[in-house]
């Protein structure tokens, strides 16, 4: 059974850098696409990055500059890296395995950051 | 990027009857690269249908995709209480990925 785990999230202040983890179990993180999808609340789903088997990553340009996806590999988590975060970066973010880098069939339970002072 | 835009906004059915969601595209994509999800409130969104027509794993046959070009529809047969949510779809060909504003479909 494929298990995604968010962790990390928090209250920060504008400016600031949060680091989210994702941990994985029924897959290899290290050999799989995997993204970050993240939700503002009571809005829609918004794309955020993705990362390749390959390591290729791709951002949005709302967050590209800011954000960096990247795997730790030796605890099969997935990674994203947040700086200089806005009040609009606030967002329940999910972890999500992408089939071939499209559609995303195993989703974490969300990680809620909130961006404010 | 391609801009998908959902209709309608909000769709008040009720339980028996069957509901027709509506994805359009800002320019024509590959029927393979178009993806619906399903969201209940508290939870993560849950795949329904990839490449357009293709049922993901588990998905009941009442909900089936259509479409090629601009136009993609999701449509759901025998509306049952727990098919209430919100739907969105999803482009997913080369990045940028993007997701339409999403459906809600209440009980009226």
């Known amino acids: 059974e494929v298990q995604l785990l968010e962790s990390g999230g928090g209250l920060v202040q504008p400016g600031g850098s949060v680091r989210l983890s994702c941990a994985a179990s029924g897959i290899t993180v290290r050999s799989s696409y995997m993204s970050w999808i993240r939700q503002a609340p009571g809005k829609g789903l918004e794309w955020v990055a993705l990362i390749y088997s390959t390591g290729n990553t791709f951002y949005a340009d709302s967050v590209n500059g800011r954000f960096t996806i990247s795997r730790d590999t030796s605890n099969n988590m997935l990674i994203l890296q947040m700086n200089s975060l806005r009040a609009e970066d606030t967002a329940v973010y999910y972890c999500?395995?992408?089939?071939?880098?499209?559609?995303?069939?195993?989703w974490g339970r969300g990680a809620l950051v909130t961006v404010s002072s | 990027e391609i801009v998908l835009t959902q209709s309608p906004g909000t769709l008040s059915l009720s339980p028996g009857e069957g509901a027709t969601l509506s994805c359009r595209a800002s320019?024509?994509?590959?029927?393979?690269?178009l993806a619906w999800y399903q969201q209940k409130p508290g939870q993560a969104p849950r795949l329904l249908i990839y490449g357009a027509s293709s049922r993901a794993t588990g998905v009941p046959d009442k909900f089936s995709g259509s479409g090629s070009g601009t136009d993609f529809t999701l449509t759901i047969n025998r509306l049952e209480p727990e098919d209430f949510a919100v739907y969105y779809c999803?482009?997913?060909?080369?990045?940028?990925?993007?997701f339409g504003q999403g459906t809600k479909l209440e009980i009226k």
């Open positions: 999803q482009y997913y060909g080369r990045p940028p990925q993007s």
């Open positions: 999500a395995r992408s089939v071939y880098g499209g559609f995303s069939d195993y």
């Open positions: 320019q024509s994509v590959s029927s393979s690269y």
